[in-house]
C-alpha cells in the first residue's frame, strides 16, 4: 500500500539506519526464543503556537525520537524502549524486552495469540495533505494566527481573542519476524480562536469559539477554503453571535426535540459509541482509565443501540481523518467496518492480541502507541455515524420538523460515567427552535441522557452534504497515559424528547 499522491517520507526520517537496527532486532530476537518479535521507530514533531490579542504568548518546539522492541516469549509479551538509534542499544534494548517477557511470564494467565496478517514488505504509506507545516516559517505561521486574532479583536463587543494551533508530523518504521517493513508518515492541524466579551461593571464575561475541527491536514488548512473550512466567514460571524448570546433568554429546562449539528455530535459519537465499542473495555481488560463499557460482547449481535437509522462504522482509511493510517502498530493494513448496523451493535475495535478472543481470524487494524517508550494498546479508529444513503436532507429541513426545540453547534463541557452509559453535553451556539424556524439563541444548555436513551430518540439524520467530519486531538486511555488524535464524521441529526438542563439552575446560581 503507498499513499495516493506524490508526496514520500521524508529523507532524514528514511535516512536513518532504520533496516539495520531491524536485521540486528530481530535476529537477536529469534535467537533469544521469541516467536514473534517487532521493532518500531518513532519520531513525532510537534509545535504549538497561542497567541493573545495579536501577540505572541509561547511557541513551543519538541521532537521526540525513539526505538521500541516488542517479544513474545511462552506466550507472554516483553517490551523495552530506548532514545538511541544503534545497533549494539537494539540488541541491548531486546534482551531487556525478553527478561521482562520471562519475568512476567508466571502472572499471564492468557497465553498471547495473535490474528494473522498478511505480510507488507517495502510498504510506504504518507497522509493526505498539501502543505507541510514544518516547512513554512515560524514567523508566517504566527502572522495568520495574529491576523485573523485582528479581525475578530476589530469587531464591537469583543474584548479578548485567543489564538492557538498545534501542529504535528508523525513519522513510524515498523519491523517484524514475519517479514513486514513498514514506513509511515502523517501531519494533523488543530487551529483555535476564541472571542470573549467583558461585562466590567457585572464582572461577567461570554466568549465564543469557532468551531472548526482539528483535522488530517496541512498548513494549507488554514489559509484556503478549498482545504475544507471558510475562515473567513466564521470569524466574520462570531462577533455577532456572541453578542447575541450575552443578551439570550436562559433556556427552560424539560424534554426537548434537539437538531445537533456535526460540529457537536461528533463529541457524544466519541464518548457514547467510539468508547464504549473498544473491546479492551468491552471485556473489561481496560478498566482503569475511564472504566469499562455498558456494550458487552454477550449482546454483540443484539443489543438496540438506537433506531433502525443508526449506521455507524469505524474506519481508519478515512480521507483527512486523524485516525487514518496505511498500517497499525501492529502491522495491520488499514480497514473500515460497521459498529453499529440498523441501530443494532454488530462490531468491535480490535487489534492483533484481542481480535481471536472474539472469535475472528483478523484483527481490524486497532494498535497504536503514541511515543517510542509506550506499548501499542488498543485505539480508536475514526468512528463516524453515516448520513441518509437515500435522501440528502438538509439541516434547514430537519429544522423545518421541530415546532419547539434548540439546534445545537459546537463541542464545549461534557460528562459521562465510567460505564460509556450516562452523559451530558453543552455546546458552543443554541438557537430556539419556534414553528421550523431559528428564532435566536439560547443560554446555559446541556442535553442530558443515556446512551440507548439518547441514539433511540434519532428519527432523522441529514444527507450526505451535511456530513462533517469532527475530531481531537488528545483522546486519552491507558496507564501510564497515552494520548491518541482521533476524527469522527456525522450528519446533522434530529432527536425528540431529549432532557435537557438549565446549567445556571444545576449549579446553584
Not at 178 to 201: C, K, L, N, Y
Not at 361 to 390: E, F, W
Amino acid at each position: 500500500m503507498t499513499s495516493s499522491h506524490d508526496r514520500t517520507v521524508d529523507a532524514d526520517f528514511v535516512a536513518l539506519p532504520l533496516h539495520e537496527l531491524a536485521d540486528a532486532a530481530l535476529t537477536t530476537a529469534t535467537a533469544a526464543g521469541a516467536a514473534h518479535a517487532d521493532l518500531r521507530v518513532h519520531r513525532i514533531r510537534t509545535q504549538t503556537l497561542r497567541l493573545r490579542d495579536g501577540s505572541v504568548q509561547s511557541s513551543v518546539d519538541s521532537t521526540e525520537l525513539g526505538l521500541a522492541v516488542r517479544v513474545i516469549v511462552d506466550g507472554t509479551w516483553g517490551f523495552a524502549s530506548h532514545a538511541a538509534l544503534d545497533t549494539t542499544v537494539v540488541r541491548e534494548t531486546v534482551h531487556r524486552a525478553v527478561e521482562v517477557a520471562r519475568a512476567l511470564r508466571s502472572l499471564n494467565r492468557d497465553p498471547v495469540v495473535l490474528a494473522d496478517e498478511p505480510v507488507y514488505t517495502d510498504a510506504t504509506w504518507v497522509s493526505d495533505y498539501e502543505v507541510d507545516p514544518f516547512t513554512v516559517s515560524t514567523a508566517d505561521k504566527v502572522g495568520v494566527l495574529a491576523d485573523y486574532s485582528e479581525r475578530l479583536q476589530a469587531a464591537d463587543g469583543v474584548d479578548h481573542v485567543s489564538a492557538s494551533a498545534m501542529l504535528v508530523k508523525e513519522q513510524t518504521f515498523y519491523a517484524d519476524t514475519a517479514g513486514s517493513r513498514i514506513t509511515q508518515q502523517r501531519v494533523r492541524v488543530h487551529p483555535e480562536f476564541e472571542a470573549t466579551t467583558v461585562d466590567s461593571a457585572a464582572g461577567t464575561f461570554e466568549t465564543m469559539r469557532t468551531v472548526a475541527p482539528p483535522v488530517g491536514r496541512g498548513w494549507e488548512y488554514l489559509t484556503t477554503t478549498e482545504a475544507g473550512w471558510d475562515w473567513a466567514d466564521e470569524l466574520a460571524q462570531i462577533p455577532e453571535w456572541l453578542a447575541e448570546k450575552v443578551k439570550a433568554p436562559s433556556v427552560s429546562a424539560g424534554p426537548t426535540d434537539l437538531v445537533i449539528d456535526p460540529t457537536n455530535l461528533w463529541l457524544t459519537i466519541h464518548e457514547s459509541i467510539g468508547h464504549a465499542t473498544e473491546y479492551d473495555r468491552a471485556i473489561g481488560y481496560e478498566a482503569a482509565y475511564a472504566g469499562t463499557s455498558f456494550a458487552t460482547p454477550d449482546q454483540l449481535g443484539t443489543l438496540r443501540y438506537g433506531t433502525p437509522i443508526m449506521h455507524v462504522t469505524a474506519d481508519r482509511t478515512q480521507r483527512h481523518g486523524l485516525s487514518s493510517i496505511g498500517y497499525d502498530d501492529d502491522g495491520v493494513a488499514a480497514q473500515q467496518w460497521d459498529l453499529i448496523r440498523e441501530g443494532t451493535l454488530v462490531g468491535y475495535q480490535l487489534d492483533r492480541v484481542f481480535a481471536p478472543r472474539l472469535g475472528l481470524t483478523r484483527s481490524n487494524g486497532c494498535s497504536y502507541a503514541d511515543s517510542a517508550h509506550h506499548v501499542p494498546i488498543q485505539r480508536m479508529a475514526n468512528v463516524s455515524l453515516q448520513p441518509d444513503p437515500a435522501d440528502d436532507t438538509s439541516t434547514a429541513e430537519l429544522i423545518s420538523k421541530v415546532e419547539n426545540g434548540i439546534y445545537i453547534v459546537g463541542d464545549k463541557s461534557w460528562s459521562i460515567d465510567m460505564q460509556r452509559y450516562n452523559f451530558q453535553f453543552t455546546g458552543q451556539r443554541f438557537f430556539q427552535i419556534t414553528n421550523g424556524q431559528l428564532t435566536g439563541q439560547l443560554r446555559d444548555v446541556a442535553y442530558q441522557a443515556t446512551t440507548t436513551d439518547f441514539w433511540g430518540s434519532m428519527e432523522a439524520v441529514g444527507g450526505e452534504s451535511t456530513w462533517r467530519l469532527g475530531g481531537a486531538f488528545n483522546c486519552g486511555k491507558a496507564q501510564p497515559g497515552q494520548v491518541a488524535a482521533v476524527s469522527h464524521g456525522c450528519p446533522s441529526a434530529l432527536f425528540r424528547g431529549v432532557n435537557v438542563l438549565n446549567t445556571r439552575s444545576e449549579g446553584g446560581a
